[in-house]
């Protein structure tokens, strides 16, 4: 058991580390933002090396999740801009 324990921490054990709130780090994990975290049952557990070499994107580098959203937009968009004869063939 303690080769897991120094192995491992969980998101509250993470969250102290980083200063950063436990729902930010759940979020880290959910992203994927950790290599190697597993989700057992209802709580993350989080390698420590991943954890003490975890880098934030950089600024102005959107997630995957964002870059999706913005290029729904940017197809909604197109779409409304159509004449609504092409809207119909679509």
Do not use: Y
């Amino acid at each position: 058991m303690d080769t897991v324990n120094k192995e491992f921490m969980t998101v509250a054990e993470a969250s102290c580390i980083m200063g950063k709130g436990m729902n930010f780090i759940g979020k880290l994990c959910r992203a994927g933002r950790f290599p190697g975290a597993v989700k057992m049952g209802n709580s993350w557990i989080i390698p420590r090396e991943s954890v003490l070499n975890h880098k934030p994107l950089p600024p102005g580098v959107k997630s995957q999740k964002a870059k999706l959203a913005a290029e729904r937009v940017s197809i909604l968009q197109q779409a409304n801009a159509m004449p609504k004869d092409n809207q119909a063939r679509l």
